[in-house]
């Protein structure tokens, strides 16, 4: 007799299939929000972020970091000549000694290479267009943390630092994410960033801004915005009429992450907004237009400058013969849409480089001391002296703001030009030359010191 046969035995069960990674992604469709499914329709919560941990995890497994442009919201919005200029900043972003990332017990995968490089594409994407701005947020960051670390020892980082959990400053608050400029840390709830990055929002970039725009504060100023906004009495006045965003501390990371993460809604809903930040950024991320950007840190150059001022000098000019320093303050204060950009850019360069400045004011007659007030013909003669082979000299002049250009270069005229932000490289390398030339002019003028003629 045959033994009874037991139970046949169940074939193991066939593992799930796999969770389809989102198609790879250069620039999508102007005025197509991120997450937008192939009909047209915003794809439901759940099914982003089983895609966007799917690509989270294909990344770790290949090592292949460009997998995550198809979960990039910001790369997405860029042209492929602006994308390549993304990818280089994220290049040399991921390989900046400065940066330090840590992780709290229970943060898996632990270290997690593409959680970092999302970290890491939110820097980029907070200060795209603005790279000083980036490099000397992360250099305040590194000296903040050299002396919370106990001194100013060297070994300082701006540190990424992922919870699992809600994240904690020092006294043991909580909260999705810190920015602590005095520690030189960001600080991230691991969980909740995937959770908001597959839905297109960028904790990192959040939590960076709040540095960048903590950091980048001018002397004895207090502002809601980094020192080089140029809109800020406009953008208050547009804020107050909103609640969209959250005034106080919030106000410059939540206008960054609308502009930079949304900028389809916030074109919808406040189109003065959006064009401040849009000409702050010299890009429309749904036009998909670069401009000249209209920021108080010296971007930009006197000749451009000059001509944008000669061309539309009627319209700035108030009416009568000169172009003043308040009237240059109220293109930024008051601006007139109706105007080009360009206008714009140029007046926040002129205010941003008083040496720039005082080369314009002089420029028509250099026995006229610096008086405040630009002309028509100080504008038609700034590219003869610009193209002269004593432009550096021209320049050093005026610098400090004083008196006529009158062949007298003194040290203050040396000190000004070389903490201007709007000398061209080439210029201030040959100021340096000037000035290690003639080590005589650190003296006190009793020893002969104080300045040189040309």
């Known amino acids: 007799m045959s033994p009874p046969i037991g139970p046949i035995p169940l074939p193991p069960p066939l593992p799930p299939p796999p969770i389809p990674l989102p198609p790879g992604a250069d620039s999508r469709p102007p005025g197509v929000p991120y997450g937008t499914g192939p009909d047209g329709q915003p794809k439901p919560e759940q099914q982003l972020q089983a895609e966007f941990e ?13 997998t995550l442009d198809a979960v990039d919201n910001f790369r997405q919005t860029l042209t492929p000549e602006l994308q390549r200029q993304y990818d280089a900043q994220l290049e040399a972003l991921r390989n900046d000694p400065r940066i330090e990332f840590q ?17 890491l594409r939110g820097m980029v994407a907070a200060t795209f267009g603005n790279p000083d701005i980036l490099d000397s947020t992360i250099a305040e960051a590194v000296s903040n943390n050299d002396q919370y670390n106990g001194g100013p020892d060297g070994d300082g980082h ?11 400053t020092d006294d043991g608050s909580e909260a999705a994410g810190w920015a602590m400029y005095g520690a030189g840390h960001i600080r991230m709830d691991a969980n909740y960033m995937v959770s908001a990055l597959s839905k297109g929002d960028s904790v990192p970039q ?27 009495d406009e953008m208050l006045s547009a804020l107050a009429s909103t609640d969209f965003v959250e005034r106080g501390g919030e106000t410059w990371p939540d206008l960054q992450n609308r502009f930079r993460q949304y900028p389809e809604t916030l074109a919808r809903e406040h189109p003065e907004i959006y064009r401040m930040m849009a000409e702050y950024a010299g890009y429309d991320p749904l036009t998909r237009q670069s ?18 001022l000669r061309q539309y000098f009627e319209q700035v000019g108030g009416g009568d013969d ?15 849409f109706d105007l080009p950009v360009e206008v714009r850019a ?74 201007d932000p709007g000398i061209p490289p080439e210029i201030r390398e040959q100021i ?8 005589q002019v650190h003296l006190p003028p009793v020893f002969g010191g104080g300045g040189i003629r040309y």
């Open 54 to 66: 799917a690509t989270l995890a294909a990344a770790n497994a290949s090592g292949d970091l460009s």
């Open 103 to 119: 992780y709290e017990p229970g943060v898996e995968p632990s270290p997690d290479a593409a959680l970092e490089d999302m970290t």
């Open 158 to 168: 701006l540190v990424l630092r992922f919870y699992d959990g809600p994240a904690k």
């Open 206 to 232: 959040h939590e960076f801004s709040h540095l960048m725009q903590g950091y980048s504060q001018r002397e004895g100023q207090d502002s809601l915005f980094p020192g080089d906004f140029p809109y800020e």
């Open 291 to 308: 401009s000249p950007p209209v920021r108080l840190d010296g971007t930009g150059d006197i000749q451009s400058a000059s001509a944008t």
């Open 322 to 336: 000169f172009i003043t320093v308040d009237e240059l303050q109220g293109m930024l204060d008051n601006p007139n």
């Open 346 to 419: 140029a007046a926040a360069f002129l205010l941003s480089s008083p040496a720039a400045r005082y080369v314009v004011d002089t420029a028509a007659s250099g026995n006229d001391g610096v008086d405040g007030r630009i002309g028509l013909g100080d504008l038609q003669a700034v590219d003869g002296l610009v193209d002269s082979s004593e432009y550096a000299y021209v320049l050093l002049d005026t610098a400090a703001g004083k008196g006529s250009r009158d062949g007298y270069i003194s040290r203050n005229d040396f000190m000004a030009a070389l903490s």
């Open 432 to 439: 340096v030359e000037i000035l290690d030339d003639n080590p």
